[in-house]
């Protein structure tokens, strides 16, 4: 059961609804969010939820009976949208398009990639300063003074960064210069990250595990709303299968099912989801007609120079085409 507290409740009538829980016999967590303050009430027993819902200071009360409660669309009337400031907004209405590099690597890299976006009017650029990489002995990301680097020409550009971060202790030193912190797939259950995140003032994506089930990434992503974050998008990445033909088994399912179960936006990558460049657009125009909020996809402008994730990258002039596509398919 998720309990929405009125936003300027009586110290006594915060009181009695938690002595009515109790005696429900159900164990409460309170959330307070940049929206709101909840009581995630967990417990068995059957009874009446309108006993709660006539208590004095109850905004909204629902029963949830999955284990993400939170981030679930059963007590939520519509779709959340995610504010990324300046008018840049995920979710709702409309498809986000998201591109730029696997890996920050220069100034000129950066300087390339952000004219491309503006050409194309995208708004929010992708790229990794802290990369997970297989291989100990691959391109490991530019490090912090890489972003600081981004971030200089995104702010003059009026473009939204969204980065990945991969350790607690990066959190601190990063945020000054993300718009949106990434937790990648190697990340998805890390939950001391997650915790930390949850508490943190600025948009998280994150992505599905790489065998991560739905539920799991539902109950990650509750892990980041129940410490206080609302700002949050799920992205589907593709999953790990039997196959072989191609890098990862992007799951279309997941976008439908994703919207029906939570009110999240919902991104779909479909650079890492397949991880064969030729097929990217394809997937990405499949992943909009199944109700995607966004695309995230990298873009490179020679793609067979990229110092990660070449194969699976666009060059410009593929890039446009499936913006334009991708519009086509919005109007
Ligand atoms: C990435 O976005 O470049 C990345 C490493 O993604 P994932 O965590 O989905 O593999
Ligand atoms: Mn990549």
Avoid at 51 to 62: E, K, N
Avoid at 133 to 143: L, N
Avoid at 182 to 193: C, E, I, K, T, Y
Avoid at 207 to 214: A, F, L, N, Q
């Amino acid at each position: 059961m998720i309990i929405q507290l009125e936003e300027k409740i009586k110290p006594k009538h915060r009181e009695n609804i938690l002595f009515a829980i109790k005696n429900i016999g159900y164990k409460t967590t309170d959330v307070k969010t940049q929206k709101a303050e909840y009581l995630v009430c967990i417990g068995k027993k059957e009874f009446d939820i309108r006993l709660i819902g006539s208590l004095d200071g109850v905004a909204d009360v629902h029963r949830v009976s999955e284990s993400y409660k939170l981030v679930s669309k059963k007590w939520k009337v519509g779709y959340s949208a995610v504010d990324l400031g300046d008018g840049v907004t995920v979710g709702g209405n409309g498809i986000s398009i998201i591109a730029g590099p696997c890996s920050i690597e220069s100034e000129e890299q950066v300087q390339k990639v952000v004219a491309h976006l503006k050409e194309n009017k995208i708004k929010i650029m992708r790229g990794g300063v802290f990369k997970p990489r297989s291989s100990p002995y691959a391109f490991r990301g530019m490090g912090i003074e890489g972003l600081k680097m981004f971030n200089k020409i995104c702010r003059k550009n009026g473009i939204k960064i969204i980065t990945e971060v991969m350790q607690v202790s990066q959190i601190a030193e990063m945020y000054d210069y993300v718009d949106v912190f990434q937790v990648g797939a190697r990340n998805s259950q890390n939950f001391n990250l997650l915790d930390e995140l949850g508490k943190v003032d600025k948009p998280v994506l994150l992505k599905r595990g790489m065998s991560g089930t739905i539920d799991e990434l539902l109950q990650s992503a509750e892990y980041i709303f129940s410490n206080g974050n609302e700002k949050l998008m799920l992205c589907e990445r593709g999953i790990r299968t039997y196959e072989t033909a191609y890098r990862n088994t992007f799951d279309i399912n997941a976008i439908a099912v994703l919207k029906e179960k939570s009110h999240l936006p919902v991104i779909a990558d479909p650079s890492h989801g397949i991880g064969v460049r030729e097929f990217v657009p394809a997937i990405a125009l499949a992943a909009a007609v199944c109700g995607a909020d966004g695309i995230i996809y990298e873009v490179h402008e020679k793609p067979e120079e990229a110092a990660s994730d070449g194969q699976q990258t666009l060059n410009f002039a593929e890039s446009a085409e499936l913006v334009n596509k991708l519009r086509r398919i919005i109007k």
